[in-house]
C-alpha cells in the first residue's frame, strides 16, 4: 500500500522563480494538507485541499498557492521565490477534514528539499 | 497565536532506559487532539502516540506513553526500553481546531548504546 508521495525530492532555484511541488495521498485519503519546514523548526500549515478546493490556510502569502486534481493529488506553487522560502515542504494526507472525529490522523510523506539561491 | 513549546531542543538517553520529553500548548479550544510525531533522518514524520483530550485516561502505544495533564496544559512523552532506532527528531502537535496543526519546534532525541 503506498503511501504519500512526493515530488521532486530534491531541488535547487534562484531567486524570482517559481516552483511546482507535487504530492500524491495514500491510497484511499481524500485531503491533502501541506506544510513548510524551515531548518531546525517544525512544521508550519500553509494550507489543505479537500474537494478540490483550499479550506483552510495558515500565514502564507499568496505567492503560496495551490490545486487539488480529481484524483485527490496535489499541487503546491510558490511564486517569486525568495530566499526564505529554502526549507523542507512536507505533503500529509487524511482521510475527510483533518480535526474531525477520526479523521485527524495524517500521514506525512518524505518531503521536498528547496533550496533557493 | 497559539502556540506549542518543546523546552528541550535536545535529549539523550542510555539504550534500554526510559526518557520523557516535555511539551506544552495553550490552545483555549475545550476539546482538541494532541500528538507526538517523530522524524528520522529519512525525513518522513511518523505517528508515533494520540491523546484526545477529552479523555482523561492517558494514552499507551507498547513502549510509549502520554502523561497528558489538562488543566496544566502539559503532554509529555514517555519512551521506556530505549532502543537505537528511536533516536530521531520529535514533534508535539495540538490540532485545536479543524484542518490546522499547530507543531512544536522539536526535541532531538540520541540514544546512546
Known amino acids: 500500500d503506498a503511501g504519500v508521495t512526493q515530488s521532486p525530492t530534491h531541488l535547487i532555484k534562484t531567486r524570482g522563480q517559481q516552483v511546482t511541488l507535487r504530492c500524491s495521498p495514500k491510497s484511499g485519503h481524500d485531503t491533502v494538507s501541506w506544510y513548510q519546514q524551515a531548518l531546525g523548526q517544525g512544521p508550519q500549515f500553509i494550507f489543505q485541499?479537500?474537494?478540490?478546493?483550499?479550506?483552510q490556510r495558515g500565514n502564507f502569502p499568496d505567492r503560496f498557492s495551490g490545486h487539488q486534481f480529481p484524483n485527490y493529488s496535489s499541487e503546491l506553487n510558490v511564486n517569486a521565490l525568495l530566499l526564505g522560502d529554502s526549507a523542507l515542504y512536507l505533503c500529509a494526507s487524511s482521510l475527510g477534514l483533518a480535526g474531525l472525529s477520526g479523521a485527524n490522523v495524517l500521514t506525512f510523506g518524505a518531503g521536498s528539499r528547496l533550496t533557493v539561491l | 497565536a497559539q502556540t506549542v513549546t518543546q523546552s528541550q531542543p535536545e535529549m539523550s538517553v542510555q539504550e534500554a532506559e526510559t526518557v520523557t520529553l516535555s511539551c506544552t500548548y495553550d490552545?483555549?479550544?475545550?476539546?482538541?487532539?494532541l500528538f507526538w510525531y517523530k522524524q528520522p533522518p529519512s525525513r518522513q514524520m511518523i505517528l508515533v502516540i494520540r491523546?484526545?483530550?477529552?479523555?482523561?485516561q492517558n494514552a499507551t502505544e507498547n513502549r510509549f506513553s502520554v502523561n497528558f495533564q489538562k488543566a496544566a496544559k502539559s503532554f509529555s512523552l514517555k519512551i521506556s526500553d530505549s532502543q537505537l532506532g528511536d533516536a530521531a527528531m520529535y514533534f508535539c502537535a495540538d490540532l485545536p481546531s479543524p484542518y490546522k496543526y499547530i507543531f512544536g519546534t522539536g526535541t532531538r532525541l540520541k540514544v546512546l548504546a
Open positions: 491523546q484526545e483530550a477529552y479523555k482523561q
Open positions: 485541499y479537500y474537494e478540490e478546493e483550499e479550506r
Open positions: 490552545t483555549s479550544e475545550s476539546d482538541y487532539y
